[in-house]
């Protein structure tokens, strides 16, 4: 069956545009992830929704990230006024409803973002 | 949650099998042990996760210290598509229903000769 789909696969900007990151969940999946990667660093946790409710917003990094899901299915992350910094790999994962801590999380295989 | 502290790196052969360590001191009652690898320009793959029992499926065993304070991932026969870095992740029961995602480490980066 599909997987987790991320579009775009590769997006490249001019600082201080505005870009949409999009992630489609596996039919079903009730709970989705954001994290992001940066080049030589961990996974860092963004938000997560369970339907489209976002419980905790704490870990985006700035006022600059908001995220949105509607339908209980596609989420996009927008991030405004793009820096440098905020160059990275964004990875969405989504996972059954239940319990959880016990539920894997599949994940797409990111959207690249580079800040010119 | 509480922390894990694996190995940087390790290497084996083609065909062998492979244990991945994962060391978790202070883990607690309620802390479920995970598993994911990450292949080389891929998202995370789930592929194990257990709590006090040992664990097998279709990829891999999860073999847990009786004290519950170590773990050991077991590839039973590696293949070149097994390179990865692997990461042990901790997730509390407790602890914010999953709302606060996994907490990945800097994992484990096994290297598969032929």
């Not at chain 1, 696969?9 to 039919?27: A, F, M, W, Y």
């Amino acid at each position: 069956g599909a997987g987790v789909s991320q579009s775009p696969s590769n997006k490249v900007t001019e600082k201080g545009k505005d870009v949409e990151l999009r992630c489609d969940p596996i039919s079903g999946h009730t709970a989705l992830y954001w994290y992001r990667q940066s080049l030589g660093q961990g996974l860092e946790f963004l938000i997560y929704f369970q339907g489209n409710s976002a419980p905790d917003k704490s870990g985006l990094p700035s006022d600059r990230f908001s995220a949105e899901r509607t339908g209980g299915s596609v989420s996009t992350l927008t991030i405004q006024r793009t820096q440098q910094e905020d160059s990275a790999v964004y990875l969405c994962a989504s996972s059954l409803a239940g319990q959880p801590i016990l539920q894997p999380q599949h994940f797409g295989d990111g959207t690249r973002l580079s800040i010119l | 949650d509480a922390k894990t502290t694996q190995p940087n790196s390790m290497e084996s052969n083609e065909e062998e099998p492979v244990h991945l360590p994962c060391n978790h001191s202070t883990i607690s009652g309620t802390d479920y042990i995970h598993w994911y690898r990450q292949l080389p320009s891929q998202g995370p793959e789930y592929v194990i996760h257990g709590l006090t029992s040992n664990v097998n499926n279709r990829m891999a065993s999860l073999a847990i210290a009786e004290d519950r304070k170590s773990s050991t991932l077991i590839l039973h026969r590696a293949t070149l598509r097994d390179a990865a870095v692997y990461y042990c992740i901790l997730r509390d029961v407790y602890s914010g229903g999953g709302a606060d995602g996994l907490t990945f480490g800097k994992g484990t980066h096994l290297i598969i000769q032929p």
